[in-house]
DNA sequence: ACCTTTCTGTAGTAAGCGCTATGTATTTCC
DNA sequence: GGAAATACATAGCGCTTACTACAGAAAGGT
């Protein structure tokens, strides 16, 4: 926001920051932190390493802006589908299906940056390691507490076990994430999508009769 | 199978070249392919580079060899746990029950080597990332043709859809290793394995009707 | 016009990568 | 015992890595 004319002083850059940075987002998602190089970024954006390392700082910081941009555009549509419909299960049911549909868009990288980019990491970036890691457990968290609330307001039953069923959804994410990236189709990855929400409990209005497809998470 | 006592011409092995191939599947599993490097390798093997390439070939070359022996130990709980099981339903349970141990393991790195040890990689190792895919569908495949016999047995609905049902399996396979991997208990992974055989069609005897958790496998 | 500020490309740096040439040590074969 | 064969350690190969010192270019401030 507001990247144009404050007219700052000095010589005025002469490549986009901000298409840079795509530019970056599309390497980094392709292929993960590591194995992208300076050198390739800099290829990929048409510029020199003093003006990347001048307008990003290093290749971590560069990356850590990278996630968020990520964040702020494509890693939203759990929160958005969660928003989107009144009940978690809903909710959830429309993730999935958009996880399918943006997991597999021909324009970007398949599955998830958040989910594949720093998986083989040497010691030197566990930093980074560690930041994906966050962002993933932070994603379930927030799922596990809006579960809280469907059960808290009777949407869901009361004996609901709110992690488990937030970790199920999670590891559904990353392995429609990993399938995407092995080359799975759109339609392949909304089957499993439509699959997956087998698992998971009934309303408690539309079947009063929740005994058996509830039972696995009750304690 | 005997690796000893042919008692070969020059100067005999001065390391146990089976240990060897252990540490690099140890060594491999924890953080993949790339990252480790053949320094790291020596160092851990209390070899020197020479006689890692004389006794490996290359670093490719030990990985494959490194990747048949995790297939012929830890890569067998799938087809082990189809094969002890009458229906694929009880197999497929089995298998994600075995999965969830195998792969929190303490005495080994966690989730799948096949998985996630080449999941970030460089023009220069894009052959070491298809022989692992190549391997991930290789499974696939597998169980969608046993899914098939049971179709045709009668085991399961005649309008199954072996292959979707196949590729759910896959995809919880790949989340749960990548869960492993972001340090999930065994609990908490079995929870997952329990939770996602809800989604799988009910065994044709005990439950002619088979009506609603079937759907998603019609076409 | 001149100074300051900022971005630019050239051309490097030290460190790490996979891999190996060379010489020596240790074994079996004859 | 001597030759042939194999494994050993030292040391270093050419290449890539992330990153930067330097000097010139292009802008604003005064």
Same mark, same amino acid.
Request: aromatic letters at 8%; hydrophobic letters at 30%.
């Given at each position: 926001m507001a990247n144009d004319r404050p007219r700052r002083r000095g010589r005025p850059r002469a490549f986009d920051r901000d298409q840079a940075l795509l530019t970056a987002l599309h390497e980094f998602w392709q292929r993960?932190?590591? @194995?992208?190089?300076v050198a390739e970024l800099t290829a990929a954006m048409g510029i020199t390493p003093p003006s990347l390392y001048a307008a990003f700082g290093d290749k971590k910081t560069l990356f850590r802006e990278v996630v968020e941009r990520y964040q702020q555009t494509h890693g939203t549509f759990l929160a958005t589908a969660l928003a989107a419909e009144e009940s978690t299960r809903d909710g959830v049911a429309r993730a999935l299906r958009a996880a399918a549909v943006e997991y597999t868009r021909p324009e970007h990288p398949p599955g998830c940056l958040v989910i594949s980019a720093a998986v083989n990491c040497t010691a030197t970036s566990a930093d980074i390691a560690d930041l994906l890691r966050a962002q993933r457990a932070a994603n379930i968290t927030a799922l596990r507490e809006r579960i809280k609330v469907d059960v808290a307001d009777g949407?869901? @039953?009361?004996?609901?076990?709110a992690d488990r069923l937030a970790v199920l959804v999670g590891v559904i994410l990353q392995g429609m994430s990993q399938h995407a990236r092995d080359g799975a189709s759109t339609e392949e990855l909304l089957a499993v999508a439509e699959a997956a929400m087998l698992a998971w409990p009934a309303k408690i209005d539309t079947a009063t009769y929740t005994n058996s497809p509830t039972r696995a998470w009750t304690r």
């Open positions: 993960g932190f590591e @194995p992208v190089s949407r869901l @039953p009361a004996d609901t076990d």
